[in-house]
């Protein structure tokens, strides 16, 4: 009888990628909605996330009758926290204040790790100079204890000047770096970012962040991310509208090249300091989409299994023996497979692989070499052939940056689902829909796509779900 060889023989299946009609849908990687505790008439700006809600900066009003500008008629900024009642209610944000809260701005902020100290901005100068209408003040970096609803103990960073900007710090997780933005002589263009590294309990020398993040433009309000993301803003030629997000991030000693986050993070307004739940699921930005600077709510719409099904690769690679043939190798025969797809071979032990699924009658005829007498149909057998039952995609083992890749979902082999979507994540944080996309990744490294089959719904409610993911190798361009 022909056997099928319990071992399967792998062959690499070549397809034509680039002939191939893309059909995926862009879905939108965030949702994003406006904040209820915005003030209607007035501006909301540069959220911080805290265990229950967010502190961010206001011009609003001190009372309804009172109003709170600087000595040059500038309304004046000021620290609120609000927390959070349910996913889309806040309670009343009560005011942080600080013996500069009268006089001068409070913020933007960030706390250090300890999640009780302080880092803000505020003017620089405070005596008599800053009293007059027509002085030009700048703004620096500020460090405060929080007691309660209050900042106190108030102490400059040692690197403020009262000749040009320093603002809007942001801390790394681990507490040793210390980012923020500044129009300090030596810079790229108007305003660029900046970093002094803790030692010994020191903030070291500011330290540009060089030409790969700061551009000609504006960049401005840092954001590190504990993921060691660095998000910004900046004006540069590129953007969708006048202020865009981007972030970046260290590699080799090197900042990547500055990615601009998709709409809706990202309109034709301003958008501006941007900031992230750990796990980046959901956070918070300022936008004026909405005519006046508001705080919005993003969350991910980006769907990542914890554990997939390995995609197994589909074999057609037979081996076919005469068993009395290998007992005894000596008798004079010879042995003609006919494999029933117009292909034929001669041996004893052969391997053939078929083109596909299908049914395919195998028959073997046998030749005496010394009566020359011929056996027709000595053996014979049905050999189906089907495709493992799994979610299935198509894509090369490995790419370069920038490489456009096609993938595709055509031989997913799941008999009796009505499929209703296929969901790819690329694991870079960007997702498609459709049975066929294509994909090309900006960073080398090792990427776990995903591919996520759904069907439509069936009685009761239920929906099926399929999973199958595969690594795919990037490599840097040379």
């Known amino acids: 009888m022909v056997k099928r060889l319990l071992y399967i023989i792998l062959t690499l299946l070549v397809v034509p990628l680039f002939s191939l009609q893309i059909l995926a849908q862009k879905p939108s990687v965030y949702d994003v909605k406006r904040l209820t505790l915005?003030?209607?008439?007035?501006?909301?700006?540069?959220?911080?996330?805290?265990?229950?809600?967010?502190?961010?900066?206001?011009?609003?009003?001190?009372?309804?009758?009172?109003?709170?500008?600087?000595?040059?008629?500038?309304?004046?900024?000021?620290?609120?926290?609000?927390?959070?009642?349910?996913?889309?209610?806040?309670?009343?944000?009560?005011?942080?204040?600080?013996?500069?809260s009268s006089f001068f701005n409070n913020g933007p902020l960030c706390y250090?790790?300890?999640g009780e100290t302080v880092y803000f901005t505020s003017e620089v100068e405070t005596g008599k100079k800053a009293r007059k209408r027509n002085f030009k003040n700048h703004s620096g970096i500020f460090i405060a204890d929080q007691s309660g609803t209050y900042l106190v103990s108030i102490r400059p960073f040692k690197y403020n000047n009262q000749q040009y900007e320093v603002g809007q710090p942001s801390i790394s997780s681990d507490g040793k770096y210390l980012f923020f933005a500044s129009d300090m002589p030596g810079g790229n263009g108007g305003s660029d970012l900046y970093y002094c590294e803790l030692i010994n309990g020191e903030w070291a020398e500011p330290v540009n962040l060089g030409p790969e993040v700061n551009s000609s433009g504006v960049e401005n309000y840092p954001y590190m991310h504990p993921s060691g993301k660095l998000y910004y803003t900046s004006n540069r030629p590129g953007g969708v509208g006048k202020l865009d997000v981007y972030f970046t991030m260290?590699?080799?000693?090197?900042?990547?090249?500055?990615?601009?986050?998709?709409?809706?993070?990202?309109?034709?307004?301003?958008?501006?300091?941007?900031?992230?739940?750990?796990?980046?699921?959901?956070?918070?930005?300022?936008?004026?989409?909405n005519r006046n600077d508001d705080i919005y709510e993003f969350t991910s719409t980006i769907i990542r299994k914890l554990s997939c099904d390995v995609l197994e690769e589909n074999s057609y690679c037979y081996r076919f023996l005469e068993e009395n043939a290998v007992k005894f190798d000596t008798l004079p025969f010879r042995y003609e497979w006919t494999f029933g797809d117009g292909e034929k071979d001669i041996g004893a032990v052969v391997?053939?692989?078929?083109?596909?699924?299908?049914?395919?009658?195998?028959?073997?005829?046998?030749?005496?070499?010394?009566?020359?007498?011929?056996?027709?149909?000595?053996?014979?057998?049905?050999?189906?052939?089907?495709?493992?039952?799994?979610?299935?995609?198509?894509?090369?083992?490995?790419?370069?940056?920038?490489?456009?890749?096609?993938l595709n979902a055509d031989k997913t082999n799941l008999p009796g689902w009505k499929i209703a979507q296929y969901y790819w994540n690329?694991?870079?944080?960007?997702?498609?829909?459709?049975?066929?996309?294509?994909?090309?990744?900006?960073?080398?490294?090792?990427?776990?796509?995903?591919?996520?089959?759904?069907?439509?719904?069936?009685?009761?409610?239920?929906?099926?779900?399929?999973?199958?993911?595969?690594?795919?190798?990037?490599?840097?361009?040379l």
């Not at 008439?41 to 206001?58: E, M, W």
């Open 38 to 100: 915005n003030s209607d008439a007035f501006n909301d700006i540069s959220p911080v996330i805290v265990k229950d809600g967010i502190l961010f900066c206001s011009d609003r009003r001190f009372s309804g009758l009172k109003d709170r500008t600087a000595f040059d008629g500038h309304r004046l900024y000021n620290i609120y926290l609000a927390d959070k009642i349910n996913t889309s209610d806040w309670r009343k944000p009560k005011e942080i204040r600080s013996e500069r």
């Open 112 to 114: 250090a790790p300890d």
């Open 250 to 289: 260290l590699s080799y000693g090197a900042w990547d090249e500055p990615v601009l986050l998709p709409k809706p993070i990202n309109s034709t307004s301003d958008d501006f300091a941007f900031v992230a739940e750990n796990n980046l699921q959901m956070g918070y930005f300022t936008s004026n989409r």
């Open 351 to 406: 391997e053939h692989c078929y083109s596909g699924p299908g049914t395919y009658l195998v028959q073997l005829d046998v030749v005496n070499l010394v009566t020359k007498e011929v056996m027709y149909n000595e053996k014979s057998d049905v050999l189906v052939i089907t495709d493992i039952e799994q979610a299935y995609f198509s894509c090369p083992d490995t790419g370069d940056m920038g490489q456009r890749i096609v």
């Open 426 to 477: 690329f694991g870079d944080e960007t997702i498609a829909i459709g049975k066929e996309v294509d994909k090309s990744y900006i960073k080398p490294g090792i990427y776990n796509i995903q591919l996520i089959v759904t069907t439509e719904a069936e009685p009761g409610g239920v929906v099926r779900e399929a999973c199958i993911s595969k690594n795919i190798i990037v490599n840097s361009q």
